[in-house]
């Protein structure tokens, strides 16, 4: 009787458990083996170029957010196949990146993470520093290799596959799909607008809506990861800024983990969440739309100019500054994330299967039917390429939309190399504006060779893509690749096929074949010509025939590691100088004795240069608060959102700089006593040594 009674008081127990804590899942029988880690990727915070926007004066001056890598590893628990996939806040994935990455994991693990079996997939933030590609045009703005940048991706991305091959437990994956409003937006409507009218018909928006989350528990039903997919560009933080930043998607991945991770430091704890990238190619986070930042009309639709100018037509999140937009964007990611996660039912299960296939795509016959085919080309960018886009305006007289080009500007690109008869027919409707595919000095300007990668977890297929795929171009590969799937014996209503987007090595832009006819900034940048999204489609329909029949395939030309090819000039720390009379980490402006939640406090130090110590896995900075033992513990970080580490360059000749540490104070901090305190390196001119410093500013009260 009391075994009964003992029993029934368990039953209600769990009965009022699942109630009250919907988000746990329990389960006696596991799926897969699961392995989560994190790691620190954050790049030099100092006078490097910003990747993505391609402006020469965008450099880093500082940190809001630390950039990390997510790493998930899912082990087949019959057959023992291990995927790997991983999310990083950086602007893309890179080969160059990818081919260190697998040769590092190839000297600790052997050939258990390869590159059959890894997708890299950046979040697209233009907010982090660049230089880590290996190609020639994207090193322009950034004045070539940046070893801090890329050393900083390799090793924490590295470590964060190691930290997660070292925590395989038993687990379950639970998948969950929604609609979520009002956080994006296409930003080349008149582009899409080309695409057939009956298949336009066919969706509710011109941008996709869905996010997917898989829910990731172990065997006790414990919370220990989440990894979701949304399409939307991160640019809400605009060309202007400095500071380091993953953007949205950063915040989101932030808040989830904060959620989870209570009272632990950013990047520290257990719970995992990477809200990664999708078919984001015209789809901007930049709500209130595109509009003259001199007379608040539209602009121009299809040219995106006002009075002939793009300087000037700009858009804007719904927030009051980039930093509020930022959060908007990013809070609307989680929360429609934490309810599709909390309400996760769909459990994934079945085999894990990956396969890869390096790929040429230069020169492809693309056959679209039985009577139509057409060819890839060797890459080249078009003249709307130089106009930028809405989130980030280029200069000069470019605009959108342009299929003439002028003569002036041929001029000048001859100047550098006159593209061949054949690459101008090749890419028609598409006036050249940079042979890209044509010129090889000093080496390769954009890639030739791509990865292309499907992976299969149960009945979730994730298409690896190695660019910015637009909506359409996406819909078009999703639709194709399921049609494969069901034709060879999967259910229509069971399989789910999504798009992991700037996956493993970036190759720009990949448009329909009536949206490249536009000749907007995607169209431009779609570097293989108007027949790449067919083309790629073709290849992912072969890749998920062979997946399903077990068929191997060849592994394609190896694309090459040009590290020893790279050149840089970038002007590297000489030294770090101060005032007479200062030493380093002086206070040179105080905090005040008393703050209130919700204002901020701010104090400046004599700084040294960032870029003499990354603080990779550390900070440059604390929020201390004084305990009842008088014991200051630290609080906040360079990564939490509260936080705001500026450096400022007030010399050059003499090698001085400043940082000034901003700290928004949350509504939920605890009233007491605190103070700022910097952690910084300087460098010595003649030794070249570096030495570590700290800065502490007066304690203040918070009421």
């Not at 030099?44 to 809001?64: D, F, L, R, T």
């Not at 795929?469 to 209503?493: E, H, I, P, S």
Request: proline share 4%.
């Amino acid at each position: 009787m009391a075994n009964w009674f003992m029993k029934t008081i368990y039953s209600v127990i769990l009965a009022i458990n699942s109630i009250l804590y919907p988000a746990s899942v329990f389960s006696t029988d596991t799926e897969y083996g699961i392995g989560i880690g994190i790691a620190d990727i954050t790049g030099p915070a100092a006078e490097v170029n910003m990747m993505g926007y391609a402006m020469p004066e965008q450099k880093s001056s500082g940190i809001h957010l630390r950039q990390f890598s997510r790493a998930f590893i899912i082990e087949d628990k019959n057959s023992s196949n291990r995927t790997v996939f991983v999310s990083i806040d950086a602007c893309m994935g890179a080969q160059s990146v990818t081919l260190e990455v697998v040769k590092k994991l190839n000297v600790k693990f052997g050939n258990l993470y390869t590159e059959q079996n890894l997708v890299i997939s950046g979040i697209h933030t233009h907010s982090a520093p660049a230089g880590f590609l290996q190609f020639v045009l994207f090193q322009v703005t950034s004045l070539g290799f940046v070893n801090q940048t890329y050393t900083a991706l390799v090793d924490g991305i590295v470590e964060s596959i190691t930290r997660a091959h070292e925590n395989i437990v038993d687990g379950n994956i639970y998948m969950n799909s929604g609609e979520l409003l009002e956080s994006n937006i296409n930003r080349s409507p008149s582009a899409y607008e080309n695409n057939p009218a009956k298949e336009q018909a066919k969706y509710k928006y011109n941008v996709d809506k869905t996010m997917v989350v898989l829910k990731l528990v172990d065997a006790d039903g414990t919370d220990i990861g989440m990894i979701n997919w949304f399409a939307v560009h991160c640019t809400s933080m605009n060309n202007t800024n400095g500071l380091i930043s993953g953007d949205n998607k950063g915040y989101a991945s932030f808040l989830a983990e904060q959620h989870f991770n209570k009272g632990v430091a950013p990047g520290k704890g257990k719970f995992v969440a990477a809200f990664a990238q999708s078919n984001l190619g015209d789809v901007s986070p930049n709500t209130d739309g595109a509009k003259c930042i001199d007379t608040g009309k539209p602009c121009e639709r299809n040219s995106s100019t006002c009075d002939g100018k793009v300087e000037k037509c700009i858009a804007s999140g719904s927030g009051v500054d980039m930093f509020d937009s930022t959060k908007i964007i990013g809070t609307s990611q989680y929360k429609k994330a934490m309810e599709l996660y909390t309400s996760a039912t769909i459990k994934l299960s079945g085999p894990v299967q990956f396969i890869h296939q390096f790929l040429d795509m230069t020169n492809m016959t693309v056959k679209y039917n039985d009577t139509y085919k057409g060819k890839t080309c060797k890459p080249a960018m078009g003249f709307s390429f130089a106009a930028g886009t809405t989130d980030g305006p280029g200069a000069f007289d470019f605009t959108q939309g342009d299929t003439e080009g002028n003569a002036f500007w041929n001029a000048i690109r001859d100047l550098i190399k006159e593209p061949s008869d054949e690459l101008v027919e090749c890419h028609k409707p598409k006036p050249i504006l940079l042979p890209t595919g044509e010129i090889d000095f000093p080496y390769a300007w954009q890639p030739t060779i791509v990865d292309t990668q499907l992976t299969r977890l149960g009945q979730l297929f994730i298409i690896a893509v190695p660019g910015e795929f637009t909506t359409m171009c996406g819909r078009r590969l999703r639709d194709n690749v399921l049609q494969v799937l069901v034709a060879n014996g999967l259910k229509a209503d069971s399989t789910k096929v999504l798009i992991a987007g700037l996956s493993n090595t970036y190759s720009d832009y990949i448009t329909t074949l009536e949206e490249y006819q536009v000749q907007r900034y995607e169209g431009a940048s779609t570097i293989f010509g108007p027949h790449t999204c067919q083309a790629y489609i073709n290849q992912f329909k072969a890749l998920a025939e062979a997946m399903i029949k077990n068929t191997k395939l060849p592994a394609g030309p190896k694309p090459k590691l040009l590290l020893d090819d790279q050149l840089s000039f970038v002007t590297p720390v000489i030294y770090d100088g101060k005032p007479i009379g200062k030493e380093f980490g002086d206070v040179l402006t105080d905090v005040v004795a008393d703050y209130k939640r919700n204002t901020t406090v701010s104090a400046t130090f004599q700084a040294g240069n960032p870029r003499n110590n990354l603080k990779t896995g550390a900070t440059f900075l604390s929020v201390d608060y004084q305990d009842d033992n008088e014991k200051w513990i630290q609080r906040y970080t360079d990564a939490d959102w509260s936080t705001k580490f500026i450096w400022k360059r007030t010399s050059t000749i003499l090698g001085q700089s400043e940082v000034t540490i901003e700290w928004t104070i949350p509504s939920d901090a605890p009233i007491g006593t605190y103070r700022l305190k910097y952690y910084g390196d300087h460098k010595q001119a003649v030794t070249e040594t570096v030495h570590s410093f700290e800065g502490v500013s007066s304690s203040f009260k918070v009421h």
